[in-house]
Nanobody, 126 residues
Framework: QVQLVDSGGGSVQAGGSLRLSCAGS???????????MGWFRQAPGKEREGVAV???????NYADSVKGRFTVSKDNAKNTLYLQMNSLKPEDTAMYYC?????????????????WGQGTQVTVSS
């Protein structure tokens, strides 16, 4: 069973930076399958939104609101997903969650998330 543990959240002032981590365990890989992974966030009173994703073909995609400021990456040796967040704004304040799904290798634009981290809080003050 895949387990994801989010960490790295905190309180920063606008313009600051944070790096979130998502440590995974229980992954099972094969010649044909691997994992896509992404980050979501949810602010109080708002719907959950996708922030960034790494598809199984290695491509990435970002929400328009974070393009140019956030970078998603992963360290396969450490089974860890990262979200580097720079130039943070108060509107980035939210609970951030990582998520993953097992998919075929080389797949783009498809990630049916079914594993979720517990979330880590990010608060940006003006």
């Amino acid at each position: 069973q895949v387990q994801l543990v989010d960490s790295g959240g905190g309180s920063v002032q606008a313009g600051g930076s944070l790096r979130l981590s998502c440590a995974g365990s229980g992954y099972t890989y094969s010649m044909y399958t691997t994992y896509c992974m992404g980050w979501f966030r949810q602010a109080p009173g708002k719907e959950r939104e996708g922030v960034a994703v790494i598809y199984s073909d290695g491509t990435t995609n970002y929400a328009d609101s974070v393009k140019g400021r956030f970078t998603v990456s992963k360290d396969n040796a450490k089974n860890t997903l990262y979200l580097q967040m720079n130039s943070l704004k108060p509107e980035d304040t939210a609970m951030y969650y990582c998520a993953a799904a097992k998919v075929g290798r080389g797949v783009r634009d498809y990630c049916p998330y079914n594993y979720w981290g517990q979330g880590t809080q990010v608060t940006v003050s003006s």
